[in-house]
């Protein structure tokens, strides 16, 4: 790499995660970063980089297990919380999480969740006193779960500067 480094978009895995929208999403920004490269004049090093992180046994905090642009240095500008399958993350898996995602926001690290990734989202305590959105099918509990969060399941997006979060699946 020539000394610029792309914008970094983390994909969190966390248990139950939906995969195709893993996938998708590193489709999306793999595909938005070759047309804005293009528009670039055909530059060879990459604008935008997505990766995964995941949480391996043994391990203290998640690691970056996926990488766009492996010979890139730094850390995610955004970390996303995809939607997930079945139930919202349990609390005792979503703590193992809180931290690590707390830590990454005091770092100036964007956070952002679609559908149930809010739930993991809405642990880390960083939702207190903001306005969020999730599925609506997941209004009620996310409410009872997180009191101190305003939901409003009629906006598909809330964008509040360093969290953004998204409705249903695939939003």
Do not use: N
């Not at 610029?4 to 793999?30: C, K, N, S, W």
């Not at 409410?143 to 695939?170: C, E, H, N």
Request: proline share 6%; glycine share 12%.
């Amino acid at each position: 790499m020539d000394g610029e480094r792309p914008i970094e978009i983390g994909l969190v895995m966390y248990p139950g995660v939906q995969m195709a929208a893993v996938l998708g999403m590193t489709d999306l920004f793999t595909v938005a970063d070759g047309l804005a490269r293009k528009k670039g004049q055909d530059r060879k090093v990459p604008l935008l980089r997505a990766s995964h992180w995941r949480w391996e046994q043994g391990e203290e905090t998640p690691g970056r297990v996926f990488d766009t642009a492996p010979e890139a240095e730094g850390f995610p500008a955004v970390l996303v919380l995809p939607p997930g399958l079945g139930d919202p993350v349990p609390l005792e898996e979503a703590a193992l999480f809180a931290r690590w995602l707390r830590d990454c926001h005091d770092a100036g690290t964007s956070l952002g969740s679609i559908c149930k990734g809010a739930f993991l989202l809405g642990e880390t305590g960083l939702l207190a006193g903001r306005t969020v959105t999730t599925h609506w099918s997941y209004e009620e509990q996310f409410q009872t779960r997180f009191p101190d969060a305003r939901v409003d399941t009629d906006r598909l997006i809330i964008d509040d500067g360093d969290i953004i979060t998204a409705g249903g699946v695939m939003a």
